[in-house]
Nanobody, 130 residues
Framework: QIQLMESGGGSVQAEGSLRLGCAVTGASGSGYCMAWFRQSPGAAGNVRERVATLYTHDDRVTYSDSVKGRATISRDHEKNTLYLEMNNLKPEDTAVYYC????????????????????WGQGTQVTVSA
């Protein structure tokens, strides 16, 4: 059973930077998909937006258009920690950010399929002020 715990949220001014961390325990296998999602206040249908993914076998990454060029997802293998660094933050980046993982039965091509993510952290709040 994979367990995830986020850290690093907080308040920041627009154009600032922030790095979120996600400590991973209980993961095994040769590779699995990990992702950062976010849920904005008042999001229609409480939908969580997938902002970045990383496949642990080869560190292949993807980004949503909303953060591309401003975000970097990465993983520290020794610390078993996933990171999301965001620069040039905007007020619309305000959200609860969640770390998520899928089982290792899914290969890297599945990382952008939201339904595969069954393991979630508790979320960390990011607030960007204008």
């Amino acid at each position: 059973q994979i367990q995830l715990m986020e850290s690093g949220g907080g308040s920041v001014q627009a154009e600032g930077s922030l790095r979120l961390g996600c400590a991973v325990t209980g993961a095994s296998g040769s590779g699995y998909c990990m992702a950062w999602f976010r849920q904005s206040p008042g999001a229609a249908g409480n939908v969580r937006e997938r902002v970045a993914t990383l496949y642990t076998h080869d560190d292949r990454v993807t980004y949503s258009d909303s953060v591309k060029g401003r975000a970097t997802i990465s993983r520290d293998h020794e610390k078993n920690t996933l990171y999301l660094e965001m620069n040039n933050l905007k007020p619309e980046d305000t959200a609860v950010y969640y770390c998520a993982a899928a089982s290792d039965t899914y290969g890297g091509l599945w990382c952008t399929s939201d339904h595969i993510y069954k393991f979630w952290g508790q979320g960390t709040q990011v607030t960007v002020s204008a």
